[in-house]
């Protein structure tokens, strides 16, 4: 039995819990009502740039905004996740069976894809895995939704407004429905994961319906998908790159481009067999002098243009080397070494700005000028100046 001063205290706590109610309400309703409003300025933007009133109206109507897809939009992840982590996921065991079974079923229609593109048949399902994990996830939110939410409400408006109106291009073309698009919460699109403009630019009639269809056509996947590469720059005929074996003295702050014959004159050795001959290539080391290093050649660039991050172009790499029964990574990665969180990150950048290796501004996140810091302030301690942060690094640092 509640005493009197139960009863009051209750009674306040509800009082505070139906004004929180209805402040959350009358901000959700101001919010839906400004959503609306954006909306239809920008139906009169399209229709400036040609799309017909049909496609707006059946479009357009059903199209609402999306609150989900605003916190996906501003959530970082608080730990920057290391590279052999994303390959275990990647470069799976079920990934590379799954691909081996996927090349089986669609054989003839990848090898058509790799005569007209000149892009291995390998490569072409490696991507569809890595990108939606053979058409198993690729999304289940309205694109118009998404670049709609976006464009009202999220970090890169104009971006996502410029998607908008290339995702309403696209459905008034009648490659697809707007019904029918959808994909990730960020707009990514179908079994290749394509943004909308990226679909127009690249995208391909691989079964000669009339139609580009990235959803249900693993024919026009495919042809989409060797299209996109061989106007990246893809060399037929050429590897990838490979595994390499760095010498002990070997000059980690090197930039820049050189031919195998170069690299070779430096003590650069293959793992296995001999080096590919390129003659503008990359020495990459993603985990630093402790983990695997791989020369790269133009094919590897092509595969940064779809994505530009080198764990997602490694992971390509070598699912299609998985796929067609080619030798894995041999050297092993630093799995002792803790992750930096982005904090950690930020941090480091603020340290490394206080001791004169200017990395601009400390935004949490690894890029190639706080790598060439850190590779500065590696060289004044006397360490191997790799640009691989470390916490015994992040350590160091604010010692000095």
């Given at each position: 039995?509640?005493?009197?001063?139960?009863?009051?205290?209750?009674?306040?706590?509800?009082?505070?819990?139906?004004?929180?109610?209805?402040k959350?309400?009358?901000?959700?309703?101001?919010?839906?009502?400004?959503?609306?409003?954006?909306?239809?300025?920008?139906?009169?933007?399209?229709?400036?740039?040609?799309?017909?009133?049909?496609?707006?109206?059946?479009?357009?109507?059903?199209?609402?905004?999306?609150?989900?897809?605003?916190?996906?939009?501003?959530?970082?992840?608080?730990?920057?996740?290391?590279?052999?982590?994303?390959?275990?996921?990647?470069?799976?065991s079920?990934?590379?069976?799954?691909?081996?079974?996927?090349?089986?079923?669609?054989?003839?229609?990848?090898?058509?894809?790799?005569?007209?593109?000149?892009?291995?048949?390998?490569?072409?399902?490696?991507?569809?895995?890595?990108?939606?994990?053979?058409?198993?996830?690729?999304?289940s939110?309205?694109?118009?939704?998404?670049?709609?939410?976006?464009?009202?409400?999220?970090?890169?408006?104009d971006?996502?407004?410029?998607?908008?109106?290339?995702?309403?291009?696209?459905?008034?073309?009648?490659?697809?429905?707007?019904?029918?698009?959808?994909?990730?919460?960020?707009?990514?699109?179908?079994?290749?994961?394509?943004?909308?403009?990226?679909?127009?630019?690249?995208?391909?009639?691989?079964?000669?319906?009339?139609?580009?269809?990235?959803?249900?056509?693993?024919?026009?996947?495919?042809?989409?998908?060797?299209?996109?590469?061989?106007?990246?720059?893809?060399?037929?005929?050429?590897?990838?790159?490979?595994?390499?074996?760095?010498?002990?003295?070997?000059?980690?702050?090197?930039?820049?481009?050189?031919?195998?014959?170069?690299?070779?004159?430096q003590?650069v050795r293959?793992?296995?067999?001999?080096?590919?001959?390129?003659?503008?290539?990359?020495?990459?080391?993603?985990?630093?002098?402790?983990?695997?290093?791989?020369?790269?050649g133009?094919?590897?660039?092509?595969i940064?243009?779809?994505?530009?991050?080198?764990?997602?172009?490694?992971?390509?790499?070598?699912?299609g080397?998985?796929?067609?029964?080619?030798?894995?990574?041999?050297?092993?990665?630093?799995?002792?070494?803790?992750?930096?969180?982005?904090?950690?990150?930020f941090?480091?950048?603020?340290?490394?700005?206080?001791?004169?290796?200017?990395?601009?501004?400390?935004?949490?996140?690894?890029?190639?000028?706080?790598?060439?810091?850190?590779?500065?302030?590696?060289?004044?301690?006397?360490?191997?100046?790799?640009?691989?942060?470390?916490?015994?690094?992040?350590?160091?640092?604010?010692?000095?």
């Amino acid at each position: 039995m509640l005493t009197a001063g139960a009863v009051q205290a209750e009674g306040g706590l509800m009082s505070e819990v139906d004004g929180r109610t209805a402040k959350d309400a009358a901000a959700g309703e101001q919010q839906r009502a400004g959503f609306e409003q954006w909306l239809a300025g920008f139906r009169r933007h399209a229709a400036a740039q040609g799309v017909s009133e049909q496609t707006l109206t059946r479009a357009l109507d059903g199209v609402r905004y999306r609150a989900k897809i605003i916190e996906h939009d501003r959530h970082q992840p608080e730990f920057v996740r290391p590279i052999w982590q994303y390959l275990d996921t990647a470069v799976s065991s079920a990934r590379v069976t799954t691909g081996r079974e996927k090349l089986a079923a669609h054989g003839d229609t990848a090898r058509e894809m790799e005569r007209r593109y000149g892009v291995p048949a390998e490569i072409i399902v490696a991507i569809w895995g890595i990108e939606s994990n053979y058409g198993s996830h690729f999304g289940s939110y309205s694109t118009l939704d998404a670049f709609a939410t976006l464009a009202f409400d999220g970090r890169r408006r104009d971006f996502a407004r410029q998607e908008l109106l290339a995702a309403l291009k696209i459905v008034d073309a009648g490659d697809i429905s707007a019904d029918d698009m959808v994909g990730s919460w960020a707009g990514a699109m179908g079994h290749t994961q394509f943004i909308p403009s990226s679909f127009m630019a690249y995208a391909v009639d691989g079964d000669g319906d009339g139609r580009r269809d990235i959803w249900d056509s693993i024919p026009d996947v495919m042809a989409s998908t060797a299209n996109y590469l061989k106007r990246a720059s893809w060399q037929p005929g050429k590897p990838w790159g490979a595994e390499v074996r760095l010498p002990d003295d070997f000059d980690y702050a090197q930039t820049g481009r050189r031919s195998t014959a170069e690299w070779r004159r430096q003590g650069v050795r293959a793992i296995n067999d001999t080096l590919p001959e390129f003659s503008s290539a990359e020495v990459i080391v993603p985990a630093g002098a402790q983990g695997p290093a791989f020369l790269t050649g133009p094919n590897f660039r092509s595969i940064l243009r779809y994505n530009n991050a080198t764990s997602y172009a490694l992971a390509v790499a070598k699912l299609g080397d998985a796929i067609a029964e080619r030798e894995g990574i041999v050297q092993s990665w630093p799995r002792e070494q803790a992750p930096l969180t982005r904090d950690d990150v930020f941090r480091l950048q603020q340290l490394l700005n206080r001791l004169g290796h200017d990395v601009g501004g400390a935004d949490g996140i690894m890029g190639p000028n706080t790598r060439k810091g850190l590779r500065a302030f590696q060289r004044d301690q006397g360490l191997t100046a790799d640009g691989f942060a470390t916490q015994a690094l992040l350590a160091r640092l604010e010692n000095a």
